[in-house]
């Protein structure tokens, strides 16, 4: 690690790369031409982990979504929406070599780990030969494929605080395959209720109107204390949801449909973290 941090700061232009499920394809396209590369896989032992420390579930910025399927959290029924995600996440391959670090650096719309974590509050990380910082994941992305890591740091562990009992977590990626490295939408939800009362909620998408992962916060509030019903889950993603969330059309779908997959998928998945919280088991 600290051969990696004195590289950085003698050399800031360098493209730190994990598995290089992501830098390999920009370098191929073009999108980026790095005079020289960090490789970070000689730290996989330091830094692939999942634990549960002191209240925070901490997970290492190199372990891959194939340990993450190994993990206590795809068994815990809080965190079963890792066990949605990795269950369709791209090929075997890439399973076993993307990681969660560079899922989340890579800032890119469809990114499927980190918009999940998003859903879950999550920090980062960062280190430099100058200290430790931590971010909010939230207001960690500041434009397309672009992440608030300085050029001298690297992002070395994503945590978030233990989910009481009584909340779960889904993850719906919708595309016409499974295993598709791309998607039409992405949804990840966290629901913690009180009786049937929702005492809190994340929602987070692959985008609500900026190029990289996003939460709905006008529509959290407003499901914020409600009772859980068909009728405040149509209000809220029917008429909230919509007045901040800003959709694009491409060649692969319009924006009216993308909008209307986020509200159908959105209720799906708090009805998916109802009867996980109240079955309070491993039932995906």
């Known amino acids: 690690m600290d051969d990696a941090l004195k590289f950085l700061s003698k050399e800031p232009s360098a493209v730190p790369m994990a598995g290089g499920t992501e830098v390999m394809v920009l370098i191929r396209d073009g999108v980026i031409k790095p005079k020289k590369l960090l490789d970070l896989?000689?730290?996989?032992?330091?830094?692939?982990y999942v634990k549960l420390e002191n209240g925070l579930v901490k997970i290492g910025a190199l372990t891959t979504a194939s340990e993450l399927s190994r993990s206590f959290l795809v068994k815990d029924h809080r965190y079963l929406g890792f066990k949605d995600l990795v269950k369709n996440f791209s090929t075997h391959f890439i399973r076993n070599l993307a990681t969660v670090g560079g899922?989340?650096?890579?800032?890119?719309?469809?990114s499927d780990i980190a918009t999940l974590l998003l859903a879950l509050d999550a920090k980062v990380k960062l280190v430099s030969t100058e200290g430790v910082r931590v971010i909010p994941l939230d207001n960690a992305f500041v434009g397309l494929r672009k992440f608030a890591r300085k050029p001298n740091?690297?992002?070395?562990e994503v945590f978030f605080n233990d989910k009481p009992k009584n909340s779960s977590t889904a993850f719906i990626k919708f595309d016409r395959r499974w295993g598709h490295s791309m998607g039409y939408i992405i949804v990840a939800t966290y629901m913690e209720l009180d009786g049937n009362v929702i005492k809190d909620v994340k929602l987070a998408y692959d985008s609500v109107g900026?190029?990289?992962?996003?939460?709905?916060?006008?529509?959290?509030?407003?499901?914020?204390?409600?009772?859980?019903?068909?009728?405040?889950?149509?209000?809220a993603?029917?008429?909230?949801?919509?007045?901040e969330m800003r959709r694009i059309t491409d060649y692969r779908a319009s924006a009216e449909y993308r909008l209307e997959l986020s509200k159908i998928l959105s209720k799906k998945a708090l009805y998916i973290i109802k009867e996980r919280i109240e079955r309070g088991g491993t039932r995906g």
Do not use: Q
Request: glycine share 10%; charged share 30%.
């Open 237 to 243: 993603f029917n008429e909230v949801l919509p007045r």
């Open 210 to 235: 900026e190029p990289y992962p996003g939460r709905a916060k006008k529509t959290e509030e407003f499901l914020k204390g409600k009772e859980f019903s068909g009728g405040v889950l149509d209000k």
């Open 103 to 110: 899922n989340i650096g890579c800032a890119h719309p469809m």
């Open 153 to 156: 740091e690297l992002i070395t």
């Open 41 to 48: 896989w000689p730290l996989k032992k330091k830094l692939s």
